[in-house]
């Protein structure tokens, strides 16, 4: 049986920051439903999944990193409650904290979680036939694995690298480079990048084979990825763009355990309605008008910084005839401006800065419309929720967006695309949804047809099957 590990620093239930929690929760899930051995290692965090599960102790070893001789814990749950084999990696003193990402130290976190990794299975003589890294907080297993003498035994694995969002690489300066496991000194060149390290550089020079997770989003790679666009270019040969599923487990309405009453496409719009009443009432909006929705990290990447200039003119153009939801966080500048609309627009708009994955779920199934004005988007899960829940999306045409979403304007058409992330353009986006929404046959047709579409994990597990079958060949 092929044994896969995807090594992870976020992965839901556990830690969730975004998407790629969402991805590493749900395709080892899928893949194991198509027969192979896949399961997920991932740091330990102070978080309340660790108190309500049971883990027992798998191995424990210690390496140097530097001068600094670091013990490790392999933690492994013990009833396997997501569908896969999940270990934590616990360091005391570095993988032992509540949040993902942000410390001071985290550069040197990262380099411990991927060498306490292949310690691991350099102790207890593992020898997976895919290293299926995440994002570029584990972007030097590829080298290590190829280039380190320490793990030589690991010649046979091959690695795959996934991108989720190649804005971020992990940019490191070279005196950490003392820090990792040993190699010939004229590999270094491989960890630089413009003259520091930087880890998805590296992961995608020393991979068998790297992905995206949507094909827009690789042929984007290739023109602009933050300064690797050369590398993404020159290294094509082994690309593949495998767009994201949904996790019909947890994302659906028929059993959705947040909804206030759940639904399916034959009384979707009753059960949009029921949703929609008391989540308004909760947030003194009018049950009575079209609710639009922004849900996501205050970034420019995803547009946020236009919100406020966007809910002005929406407001001022369509006064008394929608509403609007925003659940979000992150940029505090951006967080500012929004509240400053807050007062004067409350009962048009709501918002909650801040993560809450409960909220998220009834806002999908309460919202008639999402906005999604970004500029980057590698995939976007949240227009793929949204369909799934009925609720149109209203996106930017760029990188999964555009691969999973159809203007209306075309036959087999069911979401409004924007061809810039440009206030004008976006609010007239707005104004055709709202058009389109009060074609009241029209648009139930329409949320029956987004509920159907198709984009479940099981297409795309099994082409990261066959990338791996490819692989191992
Ligand atoms: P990202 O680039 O942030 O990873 P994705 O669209 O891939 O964007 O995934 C975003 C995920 O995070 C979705 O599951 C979305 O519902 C969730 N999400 C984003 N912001 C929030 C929030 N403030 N509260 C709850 N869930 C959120």
């Known amino acids: 049986m092929t044994k896969v590990i995807h090594l992870s620093v976020e992965c839901y239930p556990i830690a969730k920051v975004g998407g790629l929690a969402d991805v590493v929760g749900a395709l ?58 999940l270990y934590l990696i616990k360091i005391p003193g ?77 940019w490191m300066n070279w005196n950490k480079g003392i820090l990792l496991p040993s190699f010939d000194t004229w590999k270094w060149g491989l960890l630089d990048w413009d003259g520091m390290i930087n880890p998805l550089a590296t992961a995608i020079k020393c991979c068998d084979a790297y992905t995206t997770v949507s094909e827009g989003y690789l042929e984007e790679l290739y023109k602009a990825a933050n300064g690797l666009e050369s590398l993404f270019s020159n290294e094509r040969q082994k690309s593949y ?33 029921a949703n929609k009443k008391q989540l308004c009432k909760e947030y003194k909006l009018n049950p009575r008008l079209p609710l639009l929705t922004f849900i996501g990290r205050f970034a420019t990447e995803k547009g946020a910084d236009l919100l406020p200039e966007i809910l002005h003119h929406i407001f001022k153009e369509n006064e008394d005839k929608l509403s609007i939801f925003i659940l979000g966080s992150g940029d505090q500048q951006i967080q500012s401006h929004i509240q400053k609309l807050a007062e004067p627009f409350s009962g048009e708009l709501a918002v909650y800065f801040g993560y809450d994955e409960n909220l998220a779920h009834r806002i999908y199934a309460s919202a008639d419309f999402i906005l999604m004005p970004s500029r980057v988007e590698p995939c976007g899960l949240n227009q793929l929720y949204a369909m799934k829940y009925g609720t ?14 159809l203007d209306i304007n075309d036959p087999n058409g069911y979401g409004v695309v924007f061809q810039k992330a440009d206030v004008q353009d976006i609010c007239y986006a707005v104004k055709r949804a709202l058009d389109y929404f009060e074609q009241e046959d029209l648009q139930k047709k329409n949320q029956q047809r987004m509920m159907l579409l198709d984009f479940s994990w099981e297409k795309s597990a099994q082409k990261y099957l066959n990338l791996y079958s490819q692989l191992l060949k």
């Not at 899930?29 to 991932?42: E, F, H, N, P, R």
């Not at 947890?250 to 639904?263: A, F, G, Q, R, V």
Request: proline fraction near 4%; aromatic fraction near 12%.
């Open 241 to 273: 763009g495998i767009v994201n599923g949904i996790d019909t487990e947890i994302w659906n309405p028929e059993t959705d355990t947040s909804l206030t009453k759940n639904y399916s496409v034959k009384n979707v719009k009753t059960g949009k309605v």
């Open 392 to 405: 149109l999306p209203i996106v930017n045409n760029v990188g999964g967006l555009k691969d999973t979403v």
């Open 28 to 85: 080892p899930k899928y893949q194991q439903k198509l027969g192979i051995d896949a399961s997920v290692v991932m740091p330990w965090y102070d978080r309340p999944f660790l108190q309500q599960h049971q883990f027992e102790i798998a191995h424990q070893g210690s390496f140097y990193q530097g001068s600094e001789l670091l013990d490790f814990q392999i933690y492994k749950e013990k009833e396997n409650s997501l569908g896969f084999e």
């Open 94 to 170: 570095k993988l032992d904290r509540s949040e993902v990402y942000c410390y001071p130290d985290e550069g040197e976190q990262f380099i411990a979680f991927q060498h306490a990794f292949l310690q691991w299975l350099k102790d207890t003589d593992t020898i997976p036939d895919i290293i299926h890294c995440h994002d570029h907080h584990v972007g030097l297993i590829p080298f290590l694995v190829k280039h380190s003498k320490d793990f030589s035994f690991l010649s046979a694995s091959k690695t795959v690298v996934t991108v989720h969002n190649g804005q971020y690489q992990g």
